[in-house]
C-alpha cells in the first residue's frame, strides 16, 4: 500500500519554529548562559516531537520519520569524531606544553593595542593555507585565547576576531568542504565561485580589521611589562617551554594542509602530542600520577587520562590554573549531545517537508533578482538556526533556488556566493547549531557573547544583500564563463546537448 503525504500548511511549517524560538528565549532568560547545557537540548527534542506530530497529521509513518532523523543524525556523525579527536588534541597539547609554549611566545610578540586585528589576520592566513575553520579554532584560536587572557583582552571580542578569521579563510580556501559544497550544489567551478565570492568577502573582512583595530586602540588594557614576565615564568615554571615543542602543531597543519581529513589529522596531532608530553614533560607527568607507579605506568595511565579527562591543574595561581585546564573527549559530549538534538529537529523538518514549505513560500514573493538573491541568503541563515547545520544550510536553500536561478538566467556563480554569504560564515553565530556549539567547546566563551563581535561573519550577508539590491556584480548566464555556461546546459537542460554541438 503506497502511502500518500499531504503536503504541509504554511502554518504546518512555522508552528514548530515559532514554538523553538519561544523555548529557547524562554531557556536563555530562565537559565542565562547555562542554557545550552540541557535547556535548548530539550527545548529542540520538544520541537521535534511537535514536527514528527504535524508529519503523523500528514500521513508520514512512525518509520520514515524514524528514518529522517537517523539519516540527519549520521550526517554530524563526522562532526562528532572531529570534536572527540578535538577533545583529546587539547588535552594533549596542554600535557605536551604545546600550548602553553604557543601563548609563551604570543606573550613576547604580539602588542596589546594590535592584538585583536593579529588575531583575525593570523586566523585568515592559516584557515585560507589549510582549508578548516574548525582546525584553526582548536590549535591557533586556542593558544590566541590563552594570550589574550595574558594581555588582559576581551575573551569575547577575542572569540570574535579568531571566527572572524578562521572563515573568512575558509570561505575562500579551495581546499575548504564548504568551498567546494556550494559550487557543487549551484553548479559552477570551484574558482569562479572562489572569485566571486571575493566581491562580498574581502571588503567585508577590510570592515572587519579596520574596527577590530580601533577596538584594540581603546579596549585592550596595557598590561604591564613586570605581570606578562610573570605570567611567562610561571609557564616556565610549570611546563618545559622550547620552540620544538611546537611540532605538533606543525604536523597537523602540514596534514590539513596535505588534504589530510580532519578527523585523522587532529587524532595524529593528538597522538604527536602524547608522545612529545611523554619525552618532555616528565615533571609534569609525575606530578598527575597517583599512587605507586612505575615511570613507564605513570606515562600511560596519564596520558591516557587526559585524553578523555584532559588537564586539571593545581599551581596555586588561578589565573594560570584556568588558562591550561581543559580538554579531553569527555569535555566534548555535552556539544555532543546539543548537537543530536538539534539535528533531530532539523532532521524531522526537513523529511516531512516543512522546510520545502517556508522556502517555496520565500521564492513566490521574490519579484526581482534583487529580491532572490537577498532571500536566499536569509533562507540559509534561516536554515542555519532551524535545522542546526552548515552543510544543509548550503545543500537545502540550493537545492530549493537552483531551479528558479536557472529560470531567470541567472549564472549559477550568483547561487553559490548567496548561500556562503548566508550559509557557511552565519553557522557559527548560532548557539545550538554544529559549529556554535563547536566553537562554544573550543574556545570556552558562549556564542551569545562573541557572536556581536564576529563582524566579517555579519557583514558579508550584509554586503551580499546590498550588492544584490544594487545589482552589482550580479551575473547573468551569458555573462558566465563559456565553460560554465556549458556545464549548466550539460546538466540542467540534456535537450539542449544537440543544438550546442
Given at each position: ?31 542565562g ?109 586556542v ?54 565570492m ?90 598527575f ?14 596520558v ?9 591543574l ?11 585546564s581543559?580538554g ?69 536553500p ?91 546546459l ?12
Open positions: 500500500m503506497i502511502n500518500k503525504h499531504k503536503k504541509p500548511s504554511l502554518i504546518d511549517a512555522l508552528f514548530p519554529i515559532v514554538i523553538l524560538l519561544i523555548l529557547l528565549s524562554s531557556a536563555v532568560y530562565f537559565f548562559d547555562d542554557s545550552s547545557v540541557g535547556p535548548n537540548q530539550i527545548a529542540l527534542m520538544l520541537c521535534a516531537g511537535i514536527a514528527s506530530i504535524i508529519g503523523l497529521k500528514n500521513g508520514y509513518t512512525g518509520k520514515e520519520l524514524e528514518q529522517g532523523i537517523v539519516k540527519g543524525i549520521s550526517l554530524t556523525l563526522g562532526a562528532i569524531l572531529i570534536l572527540l579527536a578535538v577533545g583529546a588534541l587539547i588535552g594533549t597539547w596542554l600535557l605536551a606544553g604545546t600550548v602553553p609554549t604557543m601563548i609563551y611566545f604570543g606573550l613576547q610578540i604580539i602588542e596589546p593595542q594590535y592584538f585583536y586585528v593579529s588575531c583575525s589576520v593570523i586566523c585568515a592566513i592559516v584557515a585560507l593555507c589549510i582549508g578548516s575553520s574548525w582546525t584553526v579554532a582548536a590549535t591557533i584560536g593558544a590566541l585565547m590563552g594570550v589574550a587572557a595574558g594581555l588582559g583582552a576581551s575573551g569575547a571580542v577575542t572569540a570574535g576576531a579568531i571566527i572572524s578569521g578562521a572563515y573568512f579563510g575558509d570561505k575562500l580556501s579551495p581546499l575548504s568542504d564548504t568551498t567546494n559544497l556550494a559550487p557543487a550544489i549551484a553548479g559552477t567551478e570551484l574558482f569562479i565561485h572562489i572569485k566571486n571575493m566581491w562580498s568577502t574581502v571588503p567585508s573582512f577590510m570592515l572587519t580589521l579596520i574596527i577590530f583595530f580601533i577596538l584594540g586602540l581603546n579596549t585592550v588594557e596595557q598590561v604591564a611589562n613586570k605581570q606578562l614576565a610573570q605570567l611567562a615564568a610561571s609557564l616556565q615554571r610549570e611546563f618545559f617551554i622550547a620552540w620544538y615543542l611546537l611540532l605538533p602543531l606543525i604536523i597537523t597543519l602540514f596534514l590539513a594542509m596535505r588534504k589530510i581529513p580532519a578527523f585523522p589529522a587532529i587524532g595524529i596531532g593528538a597522538i604527536a602530542g602524547a608522545v612529545w608530553a611523554i619525552l618532555f614533560q616528565q615533571e609534569l607527568i609525575q606530578s600520577a597517583i599512587g605507586n607507579l612505575s615511570i613507564l605506568e605513570a606515562n600511560i595511565m596519564v591516557w587520562q587526559v585524553m578523555y579527562a584532559g588537564v586539571s593545581d599551581t596555586g595561581n588561578p589565573m594560570l590554573d584556568s588558562l591550561l581543559g579531553g573527549m569527555g569535555s566534548m559530549l555535552n556539544t555532543i549531545w546539543l548537537i543530536i538534538s538539534a539535528m533531530t529537529f532539523g532532521a524531522i523538518m526537513e523529511s516531512v517537508g516543512l522546510l520545502k514549505r517556508l522556502v517555496t513560500s520565500l521564492v513566490s514573493v521574490t519579484h526581482s533578482v534583487g529580491a532572490l538573491i537577498s532571500t536566499t541568503i536569509v533562507t540559509a541563515f534561516g536554515t542555519n538556526c532551524i535545522a542546526a547545520d552548515q552543510y544543509i544550510a548550503i545543500v537545502m540550493g537545492r530549493m533556488f537552483k531551479e528558479e536561478y536557472r529560470r531567470r538566467s541567472l549564472a549559477p556563480e550568483n547561487l553559490s556566493r548567496a548561500l556562503e554569504d548566508g550559509g557557511t560564515v552565519t553557522s557559527p553565530l548560532i548557539p545550538w547549531n554544529t559549529c556554535g556549539a563547536y566553537m562554544q567547546s573550543v574556545l570556552l566563551i558562549n556564542p551569545l557573547e562573541y557572536a556581536v563581535f564576529c563582524f566579517f561573519n555579519w557583514l558579508s550577508p550584509i554586503i551580499g544583500i546590498s550588492c544584490a539590491l544594487i545589482g552589482f556584480k550580479v551575473k547573468s548566464l551569458v555573462e558566465s564563463s563559456p565553460k560554465s555556461l556549458s556545464k549548466v550539460r546538466k540542467e537542460t540534456p535537450s539542449l546537448q544537440s543544438k550546442l554541438y
